[in-house]
Each structure stands twice: as C-alpha cells, then as structure tokens.
C-alpha cells in the first residue's frame, strides 16, 4: 500500500511569522526528504501577473532542495500536480493571512482516495499585535480556534504579563490545544511540527519517551502483539493537548476481519508505521517483506508532550510494556 502524503497546514494574521517559522524548519530538513511548500496567493494580483505560465504552479528551489510553489488556480488540482510533477514526502501549506483553516482542511479529507491525508494545522499567534486584530477579525479568532497546536511568535518581544494576557484571550478562544513558544531564530523543533528528529534538537520544550520492545521468541505469538482495534483505542485516549505526537512502528493483529472460526491462526500479524499528531491518527501497513525497518520489532515508538510523566504508567498499561522497554527524557519546562 502506497503511503499517503501527509499535508501540514500552517495558518495565522497578516505578519504574525508564518514564513520565517517555515523557513527555519526547512533549513533542518534532512537530506532527500523532499518537501513542497504550497503559498496561498490568493488575489495577489502581482504574483497572477508573474504567473502566466501554462502550470498553475510556478516552482522555485529553497533550502535542502526544498521546493517553494505559489497557488494560481484550485488547491485540490495543484496538490494533485504537485504530486505527479515532484511526489513529495510532505506538502506544507502556508495560507494567506485572511483565509479560514476549515474549508482547507476540509479540502485535504476529501483527497484522502487521492493519497494526501491531513497531518496536522498550525496557527501561529503574534504576540505582540494579537490582542489588537483579535478585537477587530473574525479571521483571527478563527484560526486561533480551529488548530492542533498554535505557536506564540515573538514572545520575547512582549513583558510576561503581555504574554499572560495573550495567553489568557487564546484560551478564552481555544482551552484544549497545545500552545508553544518559539525560540528566537531556531524557531520551534522539528520532530514536533513533522515526524522527524532533528539532530541539532536538544529537547528544550517537551518531554520524550522512546518504546522499544522486540519479539519474545520463547513466547507464542498471541503473546508477542495485541490487536489493532485495541491500539486504537489506546491512540484515541492521548490527551492531544500534552501529547503531542506518537510515532514509529509496531506489530498488530488485525482483529477486524474476525469470523466465527475461534483458530487464532487466522489472525495474521502485520507490521504498521503510526503517525499520531495532535489527536488524528494514521497506521500504515508495511507489505514488503525484504528490507524491512526491523525485522524482530514488536514495538518502537517515540511520544512526545509536555508532562508525560504523569501519563508513564497509563503508556505501560496501554502498551503492556515494563520499565526495561522505555526510555524517558523530561525537558526542563519553562
């Protein structure tokens, strides 16, 4: 089964930072990830002007070979070139400042046959004008309220009891969701805004817990995995507001295609990558039978959130690990 391209979608008001956050993390992109930055440009009259071209795309290269397209026409028939013309590994969308996330998310959901499946929406927040256009545009408080996870930009810009204030109208608008600061120039850290670590990251701003679990060859295998629909259920009860991601492979039995026959052997085993972001999740099955990540995994996964020791022993229960299988790293919450 072809993976499907995950779309990360980033929103926020006019010069709340978009741009420069998205610069940074693709300035930490690994080498042969390729990544297609899709610019809403909607109603730019120069930009139309510049793009008379026979694509309704015009590409440039950017940082690591990145590539950066600016949207003429229908987003759904340029996220469909773009993956004939380049098939990326990630699409990033960055929105104009005046466009509603919903109608956009909505848009990626119905691709899901087309192979694009929404990751995650990003809404970044200006610290220091937020608390004047959240008075004045609906647009704002839209964006604010519908995201997985909103990036205080330029809080160092602001006294501490101007961010408390933002802080408290963000909440007012969205309780649940993760809010982040993002450091100066490096900006916010890559393994939690995509499914990838960067190595330059030193984890100042969550906590993580790496799983790893391999097969048990003096157990059977009913004992070496559990099903699919009891993973999901424990994907389904993360709180997305301190968990943030979960990601890697594990070992499943598919228990959905059960019939009366009570033989277990019916139940095959099949390796999955998971992708869990900010409450949505993805399993992915891995068919090919050579070469794979691992051939005596059970499970290998890494969460990441802030206050995960308070969730430790639920993750344990949930993933019927012991202490010998985890490896824990708190951040220093500031």
């Given amino acids: 089964m072809p993976s499907s391209i995950p779309v990360t979608v980033f929103t926020g008001f006019l010069g709340a930072g978009k741009t420069t956050i998205i610069l940074s993390l693709l300035s930490r992109i690994p080498q042969g990830y390729k990544i297609c930055l899709l610019k809403n440009e909607f109603g730019d009259i120069k930009v139309d002007s510049e793009l008379a071209q026979e694509s309704n795309l015009a590409v440039q290269e950017m940082l690591n070979g990145c590539l950066c397209c600016v949207l003429v026409g229908q987003m759904k028939l340029a996220l469909l070139e773009l993956k004939e013309k380049y098939n990326p590994d990630r699409v990033i969308i960055e929105t104009s400042g005046s466009a509603f996330p919903a109608p956009i998310a909505w848009q990626i959901r119905e691709m899901k046959n087309e192979g694009f499946i929404l990751d995650s929406i990003i809404t970044v927040v200006d610290c220091v ?11 704002a408080k839209m964006q604010a309220q519908y995201t997985d996870v909103i990036l205080l930009n330029k809080h160092e810009l602001v006294k501490e009891r101007e961010l408390d204030l933002v802080i408290d109208h963000i909440n007012d608008l969205n309780t649940d969701t993760p809010k982040i600061k993002c450091e100066g120039k490096r900006g916010v850290s890559l393994d939690l805004i995509f499914e990838l670590i960067d190595p330059n990251h030193h984890q100042s701003e969550i906590d993580l817990i790496q799983i790893t679990k391999v097969i048990d060859t003096q157990q059977s295998n009913e004992n070496n995995s559990f099903t699919k629909q009891k993973f999901e259920k424990f994907l389904e009860s993360l709180p997305k ?5 979960l990601k890697g492979l594990i070992r499943l039995i598919d228990d959905n295609n059960n019939n009366d026959d009570d033989d277990n052997n019916n139940n095959v085993e ?3 990558i998971v992708n869990h972001a900010f409450g949505r999740y993805t399993l ?19 969460i990441m959130g802030v206050n995960l020791n308070i969730y430790l022993n639920n993750i344990k229960i949930g993933l019927e690990i012991n202490d010998e299988h985890v490896n824990v790293h708190y951040a220093h919450i500031h």
């Fill in 241 to 245: 507001d301190e968990i943030y991601r």
């Fill in 284 to 302: 992915t099955p891995i068919q090919r039978t050579h070469n794979l990540p691992s051939k005596d995994v059970n499970i290998k996964i890494t």
């Fill in 129 to 139: 004008n937020f608390r004047g256009y959240e008075d004045t545009s609906y647009t």
């Fill in 270 to 272: 099949q390796l999955y």
